[in-house]
């Protein structure tokens, strides 16, 4: 436990990539297997169940200590971050002296996060007391963190597979593959990664996915991605390229080897149970083979809305096609193997012919489907069809290069995403809330409102709750923010501060869907920030009925799947 804690905070102190790799390294050289496959399980972001509730462990440590909540949740106030609190507070209490030695990662993951007794009160509550007067303050707030099911260190899944590599000795790209779609490691496995052996014994594992670049980042600064000439300047020759709709759904992967079918999301998680039509249909398949592809609501060959795709993900059990259920279809747009042979070495093109012979004689309607292809002859012309992107229910353009083998990750020059610009509106802050990692302390999550009302003096104009946004601004606009909201502040609700309703902000937005969840009535897509408007004042802001009008007609059918 102690290696990990120092692992943890060697690396919030560390930005530079190379040396977040040398200490992970490092740490995966010296750990027993049995860790490194919890930490594994952590790092490449595989929630664990929460067995403890936040609430329970700020107010039993309250009453071991003797403090009242109210005053637990200044502190957490002033801290910023509830994990950091309670391992300060927990100083108040004397340790434990009868406490065995040094616990291994494993044995604190048994006994203080995983075991199934922590659902019950009068077992969770003496062994968290028990964790308290045990461990040192930086170990307390490790395990506060690990009790909150995720455990997010600020290193992406690719500085992980990069130190597996070099630790085995074997390429970045192999090590990957060993890695995708895994279960959870147990120590045996962890051996087997770390000697180099190969591991890839498990039928329905996928491959790591290949990822597009936004295609703003190699436009020149003044241009942007309306300018099909800055398009064309950039990336050349467009018989170069391969043009295909961004769709808007679940990027996925389906594998089918023998009688084992598997689909997974781009993060690993298999999404068999919610889509069980999809796995039904690759039975059909004339040859084993792991397409790539996206999971869509569809209605017939149309797409639907992707909120409507959203009610199938998490069901255990799922009839889709009776009680008002969302019809699905997986668009394949890539054939990564076939028959056991990797593909992901031959150029687009070649994989592009043999998927097309794969589901050429198809029907048009099963819910395995080909990806179309745009035939475009020059850039203005696909430029037109991303312009037509929202009547299409896309997002906008995907454009590959014909030359490119498939590599994991995102690997800029082969694959572009060429989406629709957002939709955007003023919004009035009413309330914000304190941030999180190294944002905890300011207040840096903001509740954003629009107007309604006003057409009578029985219906006053008033400002209603539509979103919250927290990424967008730079470090020192929040900064700025939370001096004037510690100012501003009119009351409070918990840990939420209310202030003054004269800050205007520019929210982006992917779509609009109606919302008996919100006070305004709707709900925005993906919001975040893309300025403060100092220009304007509270009452230019926009108004419900405005943004509402964005709606797409599709998203408003009733849940009975009458439309």
Not at 126 to 155: A, C, I, N, Q, S
Not at 413 to 422: F, M, V
Not at 500 to 515: C, G, L, T
Request: glycine share 8%.
């Amino acid at each position: 436990m102690r290696c990990f804690t120092r692992l943890v905070i060697e690396l919030a102190r560390t930005r530079r990539t190379s040396e977040r790799i040398d200490r992970l390294e490092t740490y995966l050289r010296a750990a027993p297997p049995v860790d490194i496959a919890h930490v594994l399980d952590l790092l490449v972001g595989r929630r664990r169940p929460r067995r403890v509730p936040t609430g329970r462990l700020r107010s039993w440590l309250a009453e071991a200590i003797d403090l009242p909540e109210w005053m637990v949740a200044a502190c957490h106030e002033h801290v910023g971050d509830l994990a950091e609190t309670l391992a300060i507070l927990a100083e108040e209490l004397d340790p434990d002296p009868h406490a065995a030695g040094e616990p291994s990662l494993d044995e604190v993951m048994q006994r203080y996060v995983l075991a199934p007794d922590l659902q019950i009160e009068r077992t969770a509550r003496p062994r968290l007391l028990e964790g308290w007067r045990r461990f040192d303050r930086d170990e307390r707030f490790v395990l506060h963190k690990l009790l909150g099911g995720g455990f997010r260190m600020g290193v992406g899944r690719g500085l992980v597979v990069e130190a597996l590599a070099r630790v085995a000795g074997v390429e970045t790209a192999v090590m990957a593959h060993r890695l995708a779609g895994a279960p959870r490691l147990d120590a045996a496995r962890v051996e087997r990664l770390l000697a180099g052996e190969d591991d890839t014994d498990d039928a329905g594992r996928p491959y790591p996915p290949s990822l597009a670049s936004p295609i703003e980042t190699v436009l020149p600064p003044e241009s942007s991605a309306n300018d099909a000439m800055a398009v064309a300047t950039a990336l050349g020759p467009i018989d170069e390229w391969q043009v295909e709709p961004k769709w808007d759904g679940i990027r996925g992967q389906l594998v089918r080897r023998g009688t084992t079918v598997s689909l997974w999301s781009r993060h690993d998680e298999p999404i068999d149970r919610s889509f069980p039509e999809i796995v039904g249909s690759a039975a059909g398949l004339a040859h084993d083979a792991v397409l790539d592809g996206e999971v869509i609501a569809v209605d017939g060959a149309d797409p639907r809305p992707f909120a409507e795709l959203q009610r199938r993900l998490g069901v255990h059990r799922v009839e889709p096609l009776l009680f008002g259920g969302t019809p699905v279809a997986f668009i394949a747009f890539d054939l990564l193997e076939a028959d056991g042979v990797d593909l992901r070495s031959e150029p687009l093109v070649e994989r592009r012919r043999r998927l097309e012979t794969l589901l050429r004689d198809r029907d048009p309607l099963d819910p395995i489907r080909l990806g179309p292809i745009a035939e475009v002859g020059d850039w203005s012309a696909a430029a037109a069809i991303r312009a037509e992107s929202r009547a299409r229910r896309i997002e906008g353009l995907v454009v590959k290069r014909r030359s490119s083998p498939y590599r994991g990750g995102r690997i800029r020059g082969d694959w572009w995403k060429w989406k629709i610009d957002p939709f955007t509106a003023d919004l009035v802050m009413t309330a914000a809330r304190l941030g999180h990692g190294r944002r905890g302390g300011l207040y840096a999550d903001y509740t954003l409102a629009a107007w309604t009302g006003g057409a009578s003096a029985s219906e006053p104009r008033r400002l209603v709750t539509v979103a919250s946004a927290y990424s967008g601004l730079e470090d020192r606009e929040i900064a700025t923010l939370d001096a004037w909201i510690r100012r501003a502040t009119t009351g409070r609700r918990g840990p939420v501060r209310l202030v003054e309703p004269s800050v205007v902000m520019e929210i982006a937005f992917e779509a609009v869907r109606a919302s008996d969840r919100h006070r305004g009535g709707i709900a925005l897509r993906f919001p975040r920030i893309v300025r403060i408007r100092a220009d304007k004042r509270a009452e230019e802001a926009d108004e419900v009925e405005t943004i509402a009008a964005l709606i797409d007609p599709a998203s408003v059918a009733d849940r009975t799947g009458r439309r």
